[in-house]
Structures are given as C-alpha cells and as structure tokens.
C-alpha cells in the first residue's frame, strides 16, 4: 500500500447508524455488553489510515473542506470490522466427504478414531508448500472481508511436525504481509497427537517443548500458543507443561477448554492466567467462576456447535451475568466450523445463546480486539484508531443477525483502504 495512498483524507457520511463501540479502554463486562455507542445519521473522518472524527454527519460535513473525498453511506449501518479472534484459516484439502457421513449419523469423535477428523486435514496439509497454502489461504482472505471480518487470529495445528508447523506459520505470515486481512498468528502444535506419535505421546510433547517452541520464539512466527485441552487429546497436566514452556518464550496463552466434555479446562485457563479460554460449551458455574476470579476471557463459538449436530451451546448469559468479557468467533476450520460468516456468529448467539443482538456485536469487535492484544487499536470507531470498518446494506444493526444467511457488508475498509464494495442495492 503506497504512502500516498495511505495519506489521504476522506469523510463518510449519512450512515443510518454509527456504531462506535466507545467506551471504557478495556474489555466490555455486564451492562457495558449492550452499550454500542450509536450515533444516528453519523459520519466520520479517516486521515492517513486512521479514525479522525466521529460525529454526526451535520458535524462532519462541516470539517470538511472541497479537497476531501466523500463517501455517502446512503442511509446504511457503520461499524467496526469484526475481528475474528478464534480462526484456523490455513489447510490444505476439505473435509467434505466426513460431512456427508456425519448428515448420515456418524459423530466427529467417530470418525476421529478411524483416521479422519484433524488428522485427514493434517495429511493433506503436511502434502502442500507453502505456496499451496497461501493459495488457498487467498480464497478464504476474501470470503472473511466480504463478510465483514478484518482481522483474525490465524491458528496453525495442522502441521503437528516442527517442519510443518512452520511451514503453516510461514504461510500464516505471508498471507498477513500479502492479503488486506490482518493475521494474529498463534502456534497450536498442541492440537492433537499425530498418528505416528501415538504410542508415544510423552515424546511428542517433548518435541513441542524442546524444539517447536523455541524454534518458533526464536523466528518470531507465532504471537500465541494454544493447546486442545481434552482428556482424549491432551490433559490438563499436558497441557500445563505445554503452556508453561510457551510462557516462558514469551507467547501469549490461549485454551481449547471443555468443548467436548467437563474436562478441567477452563479451571486450568484460570490457573495458568491465559488470556482466553475458547469453546467452554461444557463449563460449568465452577469454571466460571474460576475463568471470572482470573480475569480470563471466554472466547465462544457456536459455529463448532452448530455444524456438529450439536445442541450444547456454551452458557453465554451466565457467563455474562457473571462478569466476564465474553468474545464471539467463527472457529472458521475444515472440519467443525467450515464458516467465516461472523454475522452467521452473531445470529447462533441470538437465538441459541440468548445474546442480544448489542451484546453479540461488543463480542465480536471491541472485546475479541482486547483479547489479541489489540484493543488500543482496533474494535471501536474512535479517534486515534485503525480505520477498519464496514458500511453493511442494512438501516438497523439489529438486521445483521436478524437477516441470517446473507453477506451485508456494502463496503469493507482496511486501515482506511476500500477492499469490498459492492454494486447498490435499489
């Protein structure tokens, strides 16, 4: 992106509602949750790749002078780019057929325990370059910006060998540098033991922690490091090995925490300190509170639920009730989640969840940016910012959930860069 281009100062204006999301410089809690600081008939300012001004547009058309561009929202929804804090965007292959046989009856451990599951996706990955991933990682950048999503957390995990896990990571990297989406990489060697490790699980482990992470801190490819905590993947004392060794390189902690059972996770997310705790669908008042005591954020995701057959939606409005910072993500993957479809996210809340539609949006915006460390940049339509927004071809935020299904983002902007624009409806 050229500084020229960079540089330039623009003013969008007539948007029906202005979502700023301002609010207190940290994670949004309780009642704050609904608060999305609407401005009606709001516009506002981008100089040089950051938010200038918000206001209405009566205020900002008179700060703008004959040389600023104009963007008229035509009467539609603005706000921040959902950022996406729990993603697995680069594989290789699908898992198509292991859909058509769950639609027939058979459950995700099942066909996990035959060959399939993480470990097809790990054989197809290992089998691509890292231009391969790139290529493919391309189609999935864009399906993310027409929906909206302008920054994700990028897992890898399905390397599961040094080599390859780099080469995910590489990959992950590139695709930052080279594609309008913002990539927070996080390093997840700790998905699950691949199959030529497992009757020596203990030695895998050690591969991760005497050589994966080191390798990885040492080269800089990984901001986070993330296990699957689960009694059939890696326990609770696996996982505390793990995750104190990532600490100790300086990476941030993240948890796969009680998705398939009551496991302990989300009471070892609170003892390890870890930034977030993700999936949570079968903690309990306990876990809460323990995830609460420690300040830990539940990353939720009823995309995983939802594609699995599932009806055992993590408990949103008790964890709200309780005080914690919840976050909304798509756990975009080949096999569980096979969606970047935030706005799908955001209506599962809705209406399996019982998030309000308010509640859902901090999830996925200001409070997903805090929990990669991003919150004094992104997440909020507020001076100072990183210009990452979205006109949706909607007259109501509430019709973002409401409408399911459906793409609305009119225009997406990256650091003040058009991405996505569509042709205007009527």
């Known amino acids: 992106m050229s500084s020229e281009r960079k540089s330039r100062t623009f003013a ?15 994670p949004r809690v309780g009642a704050e949750l609904r608060e999305i600081g609407i401005i009606n008939d709001g516009g506002l ?4 790749g950051r938010i200038e001004q918000v206001g209405t547009s009566t205020q900002i058309k008179s700060r703008i002078d004959s040389d600023t561009e104009v963007v008229d929202a035509g009467g539609r929804v ?71 999503t302008t920054t994700v957390e990028a897992k890898s995990g399905y390397g599961l060998s040094l080599e390859d896990e780099i080469k995910m990571l590489r990959a992950i990297k590139r695709l930052d540098e ?30 991760i922690i ?24 890696f326990t609770t004392d696996e996982s505390w090995k793990i995750l104190s060794a990532a600490r100790c390189h300086g ?9 398939l059972s009551l496991s302990g996770g989300a009471k070892l997310a609170a003892e390890l300190d870890t930034i977030t705790a993700d999936h949570l669908e079968h903690t309990d008042a306990e876990g809460i509170a323990a995830l609460k005591s420690a300040g830990v954020q539940p990353v939720l995701l009823p995309g995983s639920v939802y594609a699995l057959g599932s009806t055992h939606y993590p408990a949103a409005r008790e964890m709200i009730d309780a005080g914690l910072a919840v976050v909304l993500a798509t756990d975009f993957n080949p ?21 309000t539609p308010a509640e859902s949006i901090t999830a996925a915006t200001v409070n997903a940016a805090y929990s990669l460390n991003r919150g004094a940049q992104l997440g909020s339509l507020e001076p100072g910012k990183i210009a990452d927004f979205v006109v949706h071809d909607c007259n109501d935020y509430r019709e973002l959930a409401y409408f399911f299904g459906t793409e609305h983002s009119w225009q997406v902007y990256c650091a003040g860069e058009p991405q996505i624009t569509r042709i205007k409806s009527g």
């Open 251 to 259: 990476l941030g902690l993240r948890m796969h925490a009680d998705q």
């Open 45 to 48: 300012i981008v100089r040089g």
């Open 335 to 355: 096999g569980s989640s096979p969606t970047p479809s935030m706005t799908m996210i955001l209506s599962l809340a809705s209406t399996h969840m019982k998030m």
């Open 78 to 148: 603005v706000l921040p780019g959902f950022v996406d804090a729990h993603t697995h965007p680069v594989f290789a292959g699908t898992r198509a057929g292991e859909f058509e046989e769950r639609s027939s009856g058979a459950t995700y451990q099942q066909i996990a325990a035959r060959g399939g599951g993480i470990q097809s996706t790990v054989n197809q990955t290992r089998a691509a370059s890292v231009d391969d991933l790139v290529s493919t990682g391309r189609r999935y950048a864009e399906w993310f910006l027409r929906g909206g």
């Open 210 to 233: 005497d050589e994966m992470l080191p390798r990885i801190a040492q080269e800089k490819l990984a901001e986070f490091a993330d296990v699957f905590c689960e009694q059939n993947v």
């Open 178 to 207: 080279e594609t309008p989406l913002r990539y927070i990489p996080t390093f997840l060697g700790a998905h699950t033991i691949p199959k030529e490790y497992a009757a020596r699980r203990d030695e895998y482990i050690s591969l």
């Open 12 to 26: 969008v204006v007539n948007c029906s509602q202005l979502l700023t999301l301002a609010g207190p410089q940290r």
